[in-house]
């Protein structure tokens, strides 16, 4: 006998009145579009889901350029302490080293118990003392270059090499702008200085040129060159617009797989409703006078920090995705080679007390939730005294401590340590792949999912295959 039954797509054709295959229909064009190439979102900022619910929607990356000391900062050292001016072999030579051996430098400055956790924290950031509560404290963090340049980029980009899509270029790929009005990708700095890593801090590597990240400035205009510096007759500029149209077209049709130039017609449209508001919305001489104050903004030391972390905030409350904010002051103001008991102090005056109104200001407008902030440097600093005069500490990307908050991160918690002297993660190590998957888990996104198809290979930023990154979920709430 044959087999009469129908089949599931005849089923649903010939009952309800067809209804069943027309959804049908739409849930397989639903999935061939999420199959289909990258090329349908590539040139545009609209927001989108992740893979699952996310606990974040954006991030504050504090970079603290040059290299904080954590055994001076946020991992108290008594062995350290006991054994200081002991000869030892140079730590970066690692336990066979034949150079000439230094002294242990224990740290000056005190530690004690804060907030109900009893995290330890230095004398040097009493403000952070005050919000370790919210703290997530990862001790155990590790990279893999001793130097600027390659640890900045390993620390933007998870790799050591310039090029790739920094950590934001991605987060803005994959999740768009809640602000079509803004940049979903920003970074904060000091007027006319750039650190080690130059604008590899913020690029989007082989990555549509829509996700590179836009600099702003806080304080005068934020957005260079906004307005037109002189006047036009009626319709000269809609004329020139529209003759512009005219030409980007035909350029598009000789060229259908720039992305270049939709990045630039993008970042235009963009500009032109900047244009019509971006004024208003980053004009902190809005803020009361009490959040002013909370960022330190009636202090010469802390305003221009205080001005770049209350803008940093300002975006993030009004959608923007992915905010970098680089440390004040001149080239890695944190890589105390010398003179570190005098310019640690200077820099943390400057920066701790806007770090912590931060998290403060996040918390008490119900932001930090939905917020990662990420305090870090490339890399910490040895436990030895460098140099004849041995007052400073050199580059330690072996083990060094990252604060993050937020995003659903345990506050008051405490992750991993480093061994006796403050050089090497010894106890519940952390990569920067690992951090990086975290964070991505946080926004709702699955490292090794994400993905954008370069020269036939699936790129993802923490590239598991090769680095294990995996997601550290002790830190998670």
């Known amino acids: 006998m044959p087999d009469l039954s129908p089949t599931r797509r005849e089923f649903l054709q010939n009952t309800s009145l ?36 996310s606990q974040a929607k954006s991030v504050i990356m504090l970079f603290q350029n040059g290299g904080a000391s954590q055994m001076d900062l946020f991992e108290p050292k008594p062995e350290l302490q006991r054994r200081h001016g002991e000869m030892v072999s140079h730590f970066r030579g690692g336990p066979d080293a034949k150079e000439t051996p230094e002294p242990l430098m224990g740290s000056k400055f005190r530690f004690r118990p804060r907030g109900q956790s009893g995290i330890e924290f230095s004398e040097l950031v009493p403000h952070l003392s005050r919000v370790v509560d919210d703290l997530c404290v990862v001790r155990s963090m590790y990279s893999n270059d001793p130097n600027h340049p390659g640890a900045t980029y390993m620390m933007c980009s998870c790799n050591n090499r310039p090029g790739r899509p920094t950590m934001g270029a991605w987060v803005t790929y994959a999740l768009g702008s809640e602000n079509q009005n803004l940049p979903g990708y920003v970074l904060l700095r000091p007027p006319g200085v750039f650190h080690s890593g130059g604008a590899m801090q913020m690029t989007n590597g082989w990555l549509p040129a829509i996700y590179r990240g836009t600099e702003l400035r806080s304080e005068g205009d934020p957005v260079l060159n906004l307005r037109r510096a002189d006047t036009q007759p009626p319709g000269a500029q809609q004329n020139s617009l529209q003759l512009l149209g005219q030409l980007n077209q035909i350029q598009r049709q000789r060229f259908p797989d720039e992305s270049v130039l939709d990045a630039r017609i993008k970042n235009y449209e963009l500009a032109a409703r900047m244009q019509l508001t971006a004024a208003a919305e980053l004009d902190l001489s809005s803020e009361t006078k009490e959040t002013q104050l909370l960022y330190g903004l009636d202090n010469p030391e802390t305003a221009p920090y205080g001005r770049q972390l209350m803008l940093a905030r300002r975006l993030v409350e009004r959608g923007v995705r992915f905010v970098q904010v680089l440390s004040p002051g001149g080239h890695n103001v944190w890589d105390h080679h010398s003179k570190l008991n005098d310019n640690l102090p200077a ?71 480093t061994d006796e002297f403050g050089y090497a993660a010894t106890e519940d190590r952390v990569g920067v792949p690992d951090l990086m998957a975290t964070v991505l888990n946080q926004l709702g996104l699955d490292h090794e999912r994400l993905t954008f198809n370069v020269h036939a290979t699936n790129e993802t930023l923490t590239d598991a295959k090769v680095t294990g990154a995996s997601v550290v979920r002790d830190l998670f709430g």
Do not use: M
Request: charged content about 20%; proline content about 4%; some cysteine.
């Open 18 to 53: 067809g209804f069943g295959a027309l959804a049908l229909s739409c849930l397989l064009e639903t999935d061939r579009a999420r199959a289909a190439t990258h090329d349908r979102i590539s040139h545009e900022l609209s927001p989108r889901l992740g893979h699952f619910t």
């Open 347 to 417: 820099i943390c005056r400057r920066t701790d007390l806007p770090a912590a109104a931060l998290i403060t200001d996040l918390k008490r407008r119900g932001l930090l939730d939905q917020t990662i902030v990420i305090w870090t440097g490339e890399f910490g600093r040895l436990p030895t005294a460098e140099g004849k005069a041995a007052t400073g500490r050199g580059h330690n990307p072996n083990g060094f401590t990252l604060l993050l908050a937020g995003g659903g991160l345990k506050g008051g918690y405490v992750h991993g340590a």
